[in-house]
């Protein structure tokens, strides 16, 4: 690859599957990495996430048959992920909180994804699927209570450390794994909850003999944020939002654009029929959504959490329309640094770019 040359960085080490730089382009759904932004960031030396979140949605019979599509497009998004980046890293982001969560894992599997990550929720039978294959595991969590309990009970049930943690923190898009009582007043920084993570992990690596690489996510925006989340004990990070603002991201361009013109007064906190908050644009949708509920027309069965007949709205419709490109009737979640981003450019330009800062700091 050319650019920036990787002698010298930090590289991932997922129990035994290599990366060349530190950074792992989180999964984003609906339909906003898929193959084509998943492998290029594996091509350009990192690991490429699919979301694996209503991935169906382009299928002829998704409105019918939502698992089935779901199922297959897992599996097509995959095998064209490999094709694309034959000697990259491709996970999944698979979400607990999904209804059809295990016949999901089951494909990733079946199709031998490098790496599951899986949130919103603790996935507490994840290594039963793993056994004697070839893909790694990672939870995310936002707290060090989260991280012990999921270590202590895959080891408890299944003899399994983690192959990776996940770190969340208050800024990342998406769900956040946090009260809204807790964003609206003194959340954990990303800082602390890394800090405190890595020591409840300590204990857990010591009886194994084996290093837990840690990741950082939510609001790295720039190589001297990586800089710093490195020096305060992290092996690597996730980012989302970045990646968002790239060429080769699935998303299509209205998507893209609404990153570009967002500004930081109208990224903010919504609540999610997932039963967590979601950091978002407030657009028209949102504004629409919480002064009066939307009743739902077509469940997609979806969500565990949600219930139809309550929910403010229906979280897969407003999805898919955002990623569509009807911006102003769909859901876009973005990180809070989102506002700072003022151009879209190529994985490349990106991955280069930071690692350039990185280097600099
Ligand atoms: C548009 C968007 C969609 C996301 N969808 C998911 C998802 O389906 N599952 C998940 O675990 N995280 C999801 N995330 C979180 C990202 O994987 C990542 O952890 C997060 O974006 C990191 O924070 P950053 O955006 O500030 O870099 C999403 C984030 C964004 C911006």
């Not at 800082?191 to 890595?198: A, G, Q, S």
């Not at 490109?325 to 990106?350: A, M, W």
Request: hydrophobic share 40%; aromatic share 6%; glycine share 10%.
């Amino acid at each position: 690859m050319k650019g920036v040359d990787h002698v010298n960085l930090p590289q991932l080490n997922i129990n035994g599957k290599m990366t060349s730089i530190p950074i792992i382009q989180g999964g984003m759904g609906v339909g906003v990495s898929l193959s084509n932004l998943a492998s290029s960031v594996a091509n350009a030396g990192g690991i490429g996430i699919i979301s694996g979140v209503q991935i169906g949605f382009r299928e002829e019979d998704f409105e019918t048959n939502t698992k089935k599509a779901n199922m297959r497009a897992l599996a097509k998004e995959i095998r064209s992920a490999k094709n694309l980046s034959p000697n990259g890293i491709i996970g999944a982001n698979l979400m607990v909180a999904i209804n059809n969560y295990k016949d999901m894992v089951k494909v990733a599997v079946d199709e031998k994804v490098d790496l599951i990550i899986s949130g919103a929720g603790l996935p507490k039978d994840l290594p039963s699927f793993v056994k004697g294959t070839d893909t790694k595991i990672a939870p995310i969590v936002s707290s060090a209570k989260a991280a012990s309990l999921i270590t202590k009970l895959w080891l408890r049930r299944y003899d399994y450390l983690p192959d990776l943690i996940i770190v969340e923190g208050p800024d990342a898009g998406g769900h956040l794994g946090f009260t809204v009582e807790e964003l609206q007043g003194s959340t954990p920084l990303l800082e602390d909850i890394l800090k405190d993570v890595i020591t409840a992990i300590k204990p857990f690596e010591e009886s194994k003999r084996r290093k837990i690489p840690i990741i950082a996510a939510g609001g790295i925006f720039d190589g001297k944020d990586i800089s710093k989340f490195i020096k305060l004990g992290a092996d690597g990070v996730q980012m989302g939002t970045r990646f968002v603002a790239t060429h080769e991201c699935d998303a299509p361009i209205e998507f893209k654009k609404s990153y570009i013109n967002s500004t930081k007064e109208n990224i903010g906190i919504i609540s999610s029929p997932a039963g967590m908050p979601g950091q978002a644009i407030i657009n028209p949708f949102i504004k629409r959504i919480q002064a009066e509920r939307e009743k739902v027309s077509k469940c997609y069965n979806c969500l565990t959490p949600c219930n139809p007949l309550t929910t403010q709205y229906c979280i897969s419709k407003a999805l898919i329309n955002a990623v569509k490109g009807d911006i102003d009737n769909g859901l876009v979640f973005i990180g809070k640094n989102g506002y700072r981003l003022q151009e879209i450019v190529s994985v490349k330009e990106l991955i280069d770019e930071l690692l350039g800062e990185l280097k600099k700091s």
